[in-house]
């Protein structure tokens, strides 16, 4: 609880609306090791927020406590105002690694389907018009009409993951959670999913919590981040987090944040006390920033 | 006229032991098919396939005790599924470890039980019985339990169809949607168990395997909707069991002439040449749609 790490007050929201999702002070840990301390943050109505952190910095397991997949060894978690319960059809979730067999007889069309029944007993063989409606409505805003009748496990991977989105959002929630939806896209597919991600936000008015490693894609659409760093968050607009003093103070080291043509990188400093072959490259496991990727 | 009876040799229609067969083998492989699919989604062929082959342990057991060997599958089916599951959480490589853990130990029970069953004067037919089935051998009085057993399984399967299609989608994703991830499971393991014992009555627990992974693997090959895949590949087994039947029913007059073969082979060889079949046909299909793959289409949408 550093004063330099900014933490959401109750006065950073504006308005009355509660929050979709309110974080304070969880506390997790896995096997005996603390893998979050003392995270707090709150998610507005028709706000993007990132959840920036490198490999293994608790991003998965943050998703998995809010979920209510895991139990957090402190803290509460509210969403829209009260104690999250087991099933929450406020929140639609899109995992880090949905592996599609392509032998899998389900299409597109099925994917999201089975966002608004999956959870219900008996073959729901007789769907209404309207949730055929509402099916056919996701597909288009995901942009996925022209391969709805496809077997989603032949579909690239940015389509699968617009299917995924949509197989999320079919049952409108409050709240989507996507982790890691960018990895393994190449730029065009990147590009899509991010831009669809920032038409949700602000057509549908939910809250959209996404977590990445890497935060320069998501900077056009994100309002707000998370920054994840040995176990600890700093949390604000990235004007407020993603300066070298707070970031230095997250780490535990001296950061460095560089701006080149509207990329921003975070960057390990010298430190004398770690080997020269680590200081620019990411060092401590999950603990060291980590050096951007540079495009051409 | 001359059709079917070139097909249905004389007094197929009249043997009351063709009758039982027809009715058990379709029972069967009807359920066989229908839960099989969800084997293949989920990806456990292995752990399907050592539950029916761990499944003679129990066979023989019963056969040395005098019982209809259906009820003996049954008992140590459901206790290898339960036991796969107990020891192999949810992580592939430790549910194959387990299932090969569980195969292996079984296995060398049921040799040593049909090592006992041989060497009994009463039961020296045994381990051809239990290891390959006898569908001619299937007594009217076990028809009525297999149709009873061969219902549960089946309405197991209709109530969890879209929670099983959602776990095997994503396990973490069906958990977030509140959906009792273990409870699913265990229902489909119940119903594999059930699936598993009805086929190694019918076409032997070494064989069960062809009928738990066969039909569905075709037709998973020719649609792409959940619910065809399901009915499908239940179909598909009820054909490939009836044809199997009929030709061995035929056999007789093949050489070597006065002998039967036997008809769990006959099966197993229509459900694998449907199997090949399935891939020609996909392939055609793959073929006139080619033009319109994906990949092939981004000039449209750029
Ligand atoms: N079931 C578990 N058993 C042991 N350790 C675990 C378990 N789950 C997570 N961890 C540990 O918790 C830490 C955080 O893991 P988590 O998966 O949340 O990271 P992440 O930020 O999602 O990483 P990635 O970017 O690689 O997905 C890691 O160090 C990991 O080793
Ligand atoms: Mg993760």
Redesign the pocket.
């Known amino acids: 609880m550093s004063a330099l790490v900014p933490s959401d007050g109750a006065a950073t929201l504006d308005g009355e609306a509660p929050a979709t999702l309110e974080v304070s002070g969880v506390t997790v840990s896995?096997?005996g090791?603390e893998?979050l301390r003392d995270v707090s943050f709150r998610l507005a109505p028709g706000q993007l927020t990132a959840l920036i952190?490198?490999?293994?910095?608790?991003?998965?397991?943050?998703f998995r406590v809010i979920l209510g997949l895991q139990a957090p060894t402190a803290g509460t978690i509210l969403v829209d105002g009260h104690p999250r319960a087991r099933r929450n059809p406020m929140i639609g979730y899109v995992p880090?690694r949905v592996f599609l067999d392509p032998d899998m007889p389900l299409r597109a069309r099925d994917v999201v389907s089975l966002g608004l029944d999956g959870h219900r007993l008996g073959l729901g063989l007789r769907r209404h018009a309207d949730q055929r409606r509402r099916v056919e409505e996701m597909l288009g805003a995901v942009d996925a009409l022209r391969f709805a009748d496809s077997r989603v496990g032949n579909l690239s991977g940015g389509e699968q993951q617009r299917v995924l989105i949509a197989h999320a959002l079919v049952s409108r929630p409050r709240l989507l959670i996507l982790?890691?939806p960018l990895a393994n896209l190449d730029l065009r597919a990147e590009r899509e999913v991010v831009d669809l991600l920032g038409r949700i936000t602000r057509d549908q008015g939910i809250s959209v919590l996404i977590?990445a490693?890497d935060m320069n894609p998501l900077l056009p659409v994100m309002h707000r981040l998370v920054y994840?760093a040995r176990g600890r968050a700093a949390t604000g607009t990235v004007e407020e987090v993603v300066r070298p003093e707070v970031l230095s103070d997250l780490y535990g080291q001296h950061v460095d944040v560089l701006r080149v043509h509207d990329r921003i990188l975070v960057v390990a400093g010298a430190d004398e006390r770690l080997p020269a072959g680590l200081r620019h490259a990411g060092s401590a496991a999950?603990a060291a920033p980590h050096t951007e990727r540079w495009e051409p | 006229m001359g059709a079917v009876s070139a097909i249905f040799a004389a007094g197929f229609f009249q043997n009351g032991s063709v009758h039982a067969a027809l009715l058990a083998g379709a029972v069967a492989a009807l359920v066989t098919g229908a839960v099989g699919t969800f084997t293949v989604l989920r990806g456990q062929s292995f752990a399907g396939h050592a539950t029916g082959e761990v499944a003679a342990t129990g066979g023989s057991a019963a056969m040395l005790g005098g019982l209809n060997p259906l009820w003996g599958y049954l008992g140590i089916a459901v206790i290898v599924a339960g036991a796969i599951e107990a020891l192999g959480v949810q992580r592939p490589r430790a549910r194959d470890l387990a299932t090969g853990l569980v195969l292996g130990a079984g296995l060398g029970i049921a040799g040593l039980l049909l090592y006992l069953d041989t060497t009994g004067t009463s039961t020296s037919g045994a381990a051809v019985t239990v290891l390959f089935g006898s569908l001619f051998a299937v007594t009217r009085s076990a028809l009525p339990g297999m149709v009873a057993l061969g219902g549960v399984s089946l309405a197991l399967v209709v109530l969890t169809y879209r929670l099983q299609l959602l776990t095997a989608l994503s396990p973490d994703l069906a958990a977030a949607r509140g959906v009792p991830v273990r409870l699913v499971s265990l229902a489909y393991l119940l119903s594999l168990a059930v699936a598993v014992s009805l086929a190694a009555e019918t076409v032997g627990a070494v064989l069960a395997t062809a009928l738990l992974i066969g039909p569905p693997a075709t037709a998973l090959r020719l649609t792409k909707r959940p619910g065809l895949a399901v009915l499908g590949s239940g179909l598909i087994g009820v054909a490939a069991a009836w044809a199997g039947t009929v030709l061995a029913y035929d056999s007789y007059y093949w050489p070597p002439a006065g002998r039967s073969w036997p008809p769990s082979f006959l099966i197993v060889a229509v459900v694998f040449g449907l199997y090949l079949g399935s891939g020609a046909v996909q392939r055609v299909r793959g073929r006139r749609r080619a033009p319109l793959a994906p990949g092939a289409v981004p000039a449209a949408t750029a």
């Open positions: 896995v096997s090791r893998v952190g490198s490999n293994g910095a608790g991003k998965t397991t943050l880090q982790d890691e977590s490693h994840l999950g």
